[in-house]
């Protein structure tokens, strides 16, 4: 039970705050009495899909660990269907839920239904994705995304030893995938990677001959597998007749295995045309698997245990009236407000250093063989 100052609920509740008042509890011009908050509220949790391992490893960490902090919970994915994911937002605020954890499917579609998130006086925790157009986020939960970008661009300058002295006139040819065009993270991933190639693309060292270069040229609706591999499929049999593919910048797991689909069909993955160099993120079982088999070359690990665990201390504090731990109030501007943020560090992960995987326990030894 705590008293909260989110303001618009107040029209009604004149007599309410006169009685807070007389129990000496301040009432800073719009506080109000909830009593299905704290411990052993129930928390909502919207993920966006289950068609993808690290939403369901998302959901069940934090499952797990908010009934762990003393809360109950209401776990909903959308299909990636934006008009599911508001209906169950809508629930979940019609049945009193303390506290929303939401990792939106289209991150500027929600100001309606957090408004009236907002008007019951429950916050709101941005998960993985910030959500847009709207003051009623409360807090964003997240890794660098930019840096996720950067570690995916700085792997392919390393892998094509571009700047090094001895291999500086070679040029390769690169192309380009983004991700969904409604998620917020795409550009951060985006813009990351492109401040690394950038120098390259000038320096003539890397070309992209399908001359696809815009991100907006470059996305994936809904980060689908399929739609990736089409693209790539389009883009080997339009560019690279004769011409090697010797890198792709892909900004997440489930693209890259499109993408390795497309070139496997075109020929590539034998010892004369072997796979270019293709990037990754989340450390998805299968693309950790195909970076054994030397198919996937890098991936960028972001621990869901540890988002979980940084979603679920924010979500306690604030529903406790503890300070909110945060460590970035600059760089995640949604367009109504600037939200205040803790950004996790993301990993890069190759051959070399699967094994980390295992000894930070994400994946059993078994699972990787
Ligand atoms: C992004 C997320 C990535 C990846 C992608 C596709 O929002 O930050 O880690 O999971 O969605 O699911």
């Not at 899909?49 to 998302?58: F, N």
């Not at 597998?225 to 007749?241: E, H």
């Amino acid at each position: 039970m705590r008293i909260r100052t989110p303001a618009a609920v107040l029209v009604t509740a004149g007599l309410l705050v006169a009685s807070l008042s007389a129990c000496g509890q301040e009432a800073k011009g719009g506080s109000r009495y909830k009593p299905d908050e704290g411990k052993g509220s129930t928390i909502g949790l919207a993920m966006p899909t289950k068609a993808s391992e690290r939403w369901i490893a998302d959901g069940n960490n934090m499952a797990k660990q908010f009934k762990k902090a003393g809360y109950k919970t209401d776990l909903q994915y959308g299909d990636n269907k934006v008009e599911n994911q508001i209906a169950q937002l809508e629930n979940m605020i019609t049945k009193g839920r303390s506290l929303l954890v939401v990792a939106a499917i289209d991150g500027s579609a929600l100001t309606e239904v957090l408004q009236r998130a907002h008007d019951a006086g429950i916050p709101v925790i941005s998960y993985d994705r910030l959500i847009l157009g709207t003051e009623n986020v409360d807090y964003y939960a997240s890794f660098d995304n930019e840096r996720v970008g950067r570690l995916q661009a700085q792997y392919i300058v390393k892998k094509l030893q571009l700047g090094k002295p001895d291999k500086g006139g070679d040029k390769h040819n690169i192309e380009l995938f983004a991700g969904s065009p409604n998620d917020n993270n795409t550009k951060y991933f985006w813009n990351g990677a492109m401040k690394v190639l950038q120098p390259y693309f000038k320096s003539g060292q890397l070309i992209v001959r399908s001359k696809q270069t815009r991100m907006n040229q470059a996305t994936t609706l809904d980060w689908d597998g399929g739609t990736a591999q089409k693209r790539m499929d389009d883009l080997i049999s339009k560019n690279y007749g004769s011409a090697r593919v010797d890198a792709v910048l892909s900004p997440y797991d489930g693209i890259s295995i499109g993408v390795i689909s497309a070139l496997k069909s075109a020929g590539y993955g034998s010892k004369s045309q072997p796979l270019p160099v293709i990037t990754g993120q989340d450390a998805e079982l299968a693309s950790v698997k195909s970076i054994i088999r030397g198919e996937q070359t890098q991936t960028v690990f972001k621990d869901t245990r540890k988002l979980a665990k940084q979603t679920v201390a924010m979500g306690d504090a604030v529903l406790n009236d503890k300070k909110v731990k945060v460590n970035n109030t600059t760089d995640y501007a949604n367009g109504k407000k600037t939200v205040p943020a803790y950004l996790l560090d993301p990993v890069s992960v190759d051959k070399s250093n699967t094994t980390l995987l295992v000894d930070e326990g994400y994946f059993k030894a078994g699972q990787l063989k």
